[in-house]
């Protein structure tokens, strides 16, 4: 490792250990540099998109902290050091086994839309999505959930005071951290969204409107700010207090949708997760609003029915079968998914291995079926860019896999004045007019459709696997439609290919989400498959990383971990 590389990694290691919870040294090489390095311990194993937070996180595992405690931590500590993704102003989804009980729970603190919102908003006069006013308007914004869903899940399940495990957060905004050229370069690729705030401006290009250079230590005094109101009363300063009441200003002084009734009348809620059988193994994901535990289970139900294992990691009749079943769960998904507190959702019709075994015949074992002949398959009538994933399990048997997003990097752009928290643009996720794509692609249906209260459609998927009650595999991961099938191929490597999570995670990844009619592939998937599969007839897409899937595994008594090779910064790493 060069020279000035080595010093701004201590520099910024240092000033991490400065703040974190316990004084506990790590073991001697641990902090690699390298992401890809394995990690494996007894007591308990972290591993997130950024370093810093996973240092925390680890701290409060030392400290006597369950896992929950530590998630929490993270949660609020990468708001500070991973503001692209990291929040306090978007929403997502955490999956949380318990060890004492046995019991999954799934806590649902999505975004909702604001009372004001309505069915056709976000479309012109001709009718057709105007897309500057979804996705990088004041009115893409939904109504925050995190704050609400990290302080549920310490409160029910956790161990530690909120002022606590908040506190790293704040001094790291306060004091600052070290700039990564990672965090540079997504300030720099944001920039031109960003210009229509004065507060992220201010924040993220205050030297003459350049992002700090990397190395340079970046303060969030208004963040710290918020951070300490809520440190001080709890959520409550979020949705009734002081930082409401500056989210409500902003919002009337620019015409923005949400107001102090919204927030105020926010609520996360704790649901039953999405729950199936793989070759003996239990697999608990995200119910609805998000999409992702069913059609995982579904894509996993109708694999069941072909020996993966035998065809070969990748090959070319593999990847086949892979690509027709997630075309399959992405049709239903365009009709089916929605919000379940709006409208009745078939989830138990979805994950039952009948209508699996219906899917799995319609399926040409030996060639394509071209999407415009794929429909979803249920007998019932109609009705981000950036995110990130971490994920933490404790020797108690607890574990926790979170997802959460301000959907596209740094949300909206948008940042509240006088509060440094960055606005999602969530509302993107709504099907605007039912049958238009969103940004990523995806179709959605009537279901999906805008409605004031309503939580828009997710494709966030944290899910637990266990073997004979006892944890085998958390995982989950960033990247809009293609969240699902990297979960997916994480879970099929690990059983189906007895792959390591090293090679789990690391493993070349495909894509297809029926339309538009792609085969995605990673570029490092070789060229012969590529060519096998165009034999076959489909068309395909070489495409850069897909995912960035942070995953803890647990066998012999030992956690391992491992980062996402694709995302530079993250760090597994146990104790």
Do not use: C
Request: glycine content about 10%; charged content about 20%; proline content about 6%.
């Amino acid at each position: 490792m060069p020279a000035d590389s080595i010093l701004k990694h201590t520099v910024t290691l240092l000033l991490v250990l400065s703040i974190l919870v316990t004084s506990a040294r790590a073991e001697p090489g641990s902090l690699s540099e390298s992401t890809t390095e394995p990690a494996s311990s007894r007591n308990g194993m972290v591993v997130s998109d950024d370093r810093i937070a996973t240092l925390v996180g680890l701290s409060v595992l030392k400290e006597g902290g369950n896992a929950v405690d530590a998630a929490v931590a993270m949660g609020f500590a990468l708001a500070v050091t991973y503001p692209r993704a990291g929040n306090l102003g978007g929403g997502g989804f955490m999956l949380v086994h318990l060890g004492k009980t046995g019991r999954t729970v799934a806590i649902d603190y999505r975004e909702k839309a604001p009372l004001k919102a309505t069915r056709n908003m976000f479309l012109d006069k001709k009718g057709e999505v105007d897309v500057e006013r979804a996705r990088h308007s004041i009115y893409s914004s939904g109504i925050p959930g995190t704050v609400a869903g990290l302080s549920l899940a310490l409160e029910k399940y956790g161990t530690m005071p909120l002022e606590k495990v908040i506190a790293p957060a704040i001094k790291l905004a306060e004091e600052g951290f070290s700039v990564s050229a990672d965090l540079r370069e997504s300030l720099l690729r944001a920039e031109d969204r960003m210009k229509k705030s004065a507060e992220s401006m201010d924040v993220f290009f205050r030297n003459n409107g350049e992002p700090p250079r990397e190395g340079e230590i970046l303060k969030q005094k208004n963040l710290a700010w918020s951070l300490r109101q809520i440190s001080r009363t709890g959520p409550r300063a979020f949705y009734r207090g002081a930082v409401a009441k500056k989210i409500a200003a902003y919002m009337k002084q620019e015409g923005g949708l949400i107001t102090e009734r919204d927030l105020a009348s926010y609520e996360a809620l704790i649901r039953e997760p999405a729950s199936g059988s793989y070759r003996g193994y239990e697999v608990h994901s995200m119910p609805p609003p998000s999409s992702g535990g069913v059609h995982l289970i579904e894509m996993l139900n109708i694999l069941e029915r072909y020996p993966l294992g035998r065809y070969g990691h990748n090959s070319a009749q593999y990847v086949h079968i892979l690509s027709e079943t997630m075309k399959l769960a992405y049709a239903d998904r365009s009709k089916y998914l929605g919000d379940p507190d709006f409208s009745p959702i078939p989830t138990e019709q979805l994950i039952s291995k009948q209508y699996a075994k219906r899917l799995a015949n319609r399926i040409n074992p030996q060639k394509p079926t071209p999407s415009r002949y794929v429909k979803p398959g249920l007998p019932v009538p109609a009705q981000g860019t950036d995110t990130t994933h971490f994920t933490v399990a404790d020797r108690f048997g607890n574990v926790v896999s979170n997802t959460y997003t301000l959907n596209f990097s740094y949300g909206s752009g948008l940042a509240v004045a006088g509060t440094g928290i960055l606005l999602n643009n969530e509302m993107d996720d709504f099907s605007a007019k039912p049958g238009a794509p969103n940004a990523y692609g995806l179709i959605g249906g009537e279901k999906n459709s805008i409605a004031p209260g309503k939580r828009m459609l997710s494709s966030m998927t944290p899910t637990i696997v266990l073997k004979d009650e006892e944890f085998l595999l958390a995982t989950g991961s960033p990247g809009g439609s293609r969240i699902i099938t990297s979960v997916l191929q994480v879970i099929l490597n690990v059983i189906d290919h007895k792959m390591s999570i090293r090679e789990a995670v690391g493993a070349p990844r495909i894509h297809h989400q029926w339309l538009p009619d792609i085969l995605y592939v990673e570029k490092n998937a070789g060229e012969d498959l590529e060519i096998k599969l165009r034999k076959k007839g489909y068309e395909v897409k070489k495409t850069g990383s897909m995912g960035s899937t942070q995953s803890v595994t647990r066998v012999r008594g030992f956690f391992h971990g491992a980062a996402d090779p694709r995302h530079p910064g993250g760090l597994a790493h146990g104790y």
